[in-house]
């Protein structure tokens, strides 16, 4: 009987490249996590994954006989194709860049591309509590937001490939300037980085941990808590989902109030319907979850499934 192949999954952030080998068990084997600063040292970042890649595969003697595919999660906007990194504003390097037939010719694999919210939510879709069809959605607050809307078991990408940038939704009256280069985005209200600079100025030498806990009354942490439940309610009034999941950094720190955010939420939810017997899931942790996903993304992809 022929073995079946596994997948490599790649999940790129922030601080730290994740990778692994995920097989038919989903359980990631050769699970790597690297400072992103170390793997790209000294060249070119798109050629120095590709590199990192092509000699993980070769310590771990991993060929196109025993792997399917690759799929990388980059923290990116990406084609409708998933061939190309249309923008990515902590590593400018890989704006415009074709980055999977550049994987495809340094790994002789099939190659993909997602944004990284994308796997994760692959992975958090795994929870047996959660319903097989639908509309998902999956809202990360982490140093910014990340978003995901799921049909029917087909992810939301849009003409362009850049559909649910949900953090970039204008805000009213506002105008401060975004990492996107618009104005007034829900991200600069709604995020990790609003709430550390919140703690810089007002909280001086307290983390956003302590602050969360010990100044949950505070005008201004409650504030920010119903900017993350104005957030995530103007998506569920758009589309009356059967379930929401909740995840991202910030949402899933210690001490977090999660209780008065469901509390803001659901106020802020149409009533009687969508909020009437609206599912709320918290977002599962796993530091390989989005490794896990990409293999996910890999298979779907190679099968010819997925996107809308």
Same mark, same amino acid.
């Not at 692959?122 to 639908?134: A, C």
């Given at each position: 009987?022929?073995?079946?192949?596994?997948?490599?999954?790649?999940?790129?952030?922030?601080?730290?490249?994740?990778?692994?080998?995920?097989?038919?068990?989903?359980?990631?084997?050769?699970?790597?996590?690297?400072?992103?600063?170390?793997?790209?040292?000294?060249?070119?970042?798109?050629?120095?994954?590709?590199?990192?890649?092509?000699?993980?595969?070769?310590?771990?003697?991993?060929?196109?006989?025993?792997?399917?595919?690759?799929?990388?999660?980059?923290?990116?906007?990406?084609?409708?194709?998933?061939?190309?990194?249309?923008?990515?504003?902590?590593? !400018?390097?890989?704006?415009?860049?074709?980055?999977?037939?550049? %994987?495809?010719?340094?790994?002789?694999?099939? &190659?993909? =591309? #997602? +944004?990284?919210?994308?796997?994760?939510?692959?992975?958090?879709?795994?929870?047996?509590?959660?319903?097989?069809?639908?509309?998902?959605?999956?809202?990360?607050?982490?140093?910014?937001?990340?978003?995901?809307?799921?049909?029917?078991?087909?992810?939301?990408?849009?003409?362009?490939?850049?559909?649910?940038?949900?953090?970039?939704?204008?805000?009213?009256?506002?105008?401060?300037?975004?990492?996107?280069?618009?104005?007034?985005?829900?991200?600069?209200?709604?995020?990790?980085?609003?709430?550390?600079?919140?703690?810089?100025?007002?909280?001086?030498?307290?983390?956003?941990?302590?602050?969360?806990?010990?100044?949950?009354?505070?005008?201004?942490?409650?504030?920010?808590?119903?900017?993350?439940?104005?957030?995530?309610?103007?998506?569920?009034?758009?589309?009356? !989902?059967?379930?929401?999941?909740?995840?991202?950094?910030?949402? %899933?720190?210690?001490?977090?109030?999660?209780? &008065?955010? =469901? #509390? +803001?939420?659901?106020?802020?939810?149409?009533?009687?319907?969508?909020?009437?017997?609206?599912?709320?899931?918290?977002?599962?942790?796993?530091?390989?979850?989005?490794?896990?996903?990409?293999?996910?993304?890999?298979?779907?992809?190679?099968?010819?499934?997925?996107?809308?």
């Amino acid at each position: 009987m022929t073995r079946q192949k596994a997948y490599i999954g790649v999940d790129v952030g922030g601080t730290y490249i994740r990778v692994g080998t995920v097989g038919t068990d989903g359980v990631p084997q050769h699970f790597e996590k690297l400072p992103q600063s170390t793997v790209f040292a000294d060249g070119d970042p798109p050629e120095r994954l590709c590199a990192f890649l092509a000699d993980y595969m070769r310590r771990h003697r991993l060929t196109k006989e025993s792997i399917a595919a690759c799929a990388v999660g980059m923290p990116s906007c990406v084609d409708r194709e998933k061939r190309r990194v249309l923008s990515t504003p902590n590593i !400018p390097q890989f704006a415009g860049v074709a980055l999977a037939d550049m %994987l495809e010719k340094a790994l002789g694999l099939p &190659a993909f =591309l #997602d +944004r990284d919210v994308n796997m994760i939510y692959r992975y958090d879709r795994l929870s047996p509590e959660l319903p097989k069809k639908g509309i998902g959605i999956g809202c990360y607050f982490g140093t910014g937001i990340g978003n995901v809307v799921e049909i029917d078991g087909r992810l939301l990408s849009g003409k362009n490939g850049v559909a649910c940038e949900l953090g970039h939704v204008p805000v009213m009256g506002r105008s401060d300037k975004c990492g996107c280069g618009n104005e007034g985005c829900f991200e600069n209200y709604a995020s990790g980085r609003y709430i550390a600079a919140l703690c810089r100025e007002k909280y001086p030498g307290e983390s956003v941990c302590a602050v969360l806990t010990d100044h949950l009354e505070d005008e201004a942490v409650q504030t920010f808590i119903d900017n993350i439940a104005v957030v995530i309610a103007t998506e569920v009034n758009l589309f009356d !989902p059967h379930y929401v999941i909740l995840g991202g950094g910030v949402l %899933l720190s210690e001490g977090f109030p999660k209780d &008065a955010l =469901l #509390d +803001r939420l659901h106020r802020r939810i149409r009533k009687p319907y969508p909020d009437s017997g609206l599912q709320i899931f918290f977002s599962r942790t796993a530091d390989a979850g989005g490794v896990i996903g990409a293999a996910i993304c890999a298979h779907a992809r190679l099968e010819g499934g997925e996107g809308i």
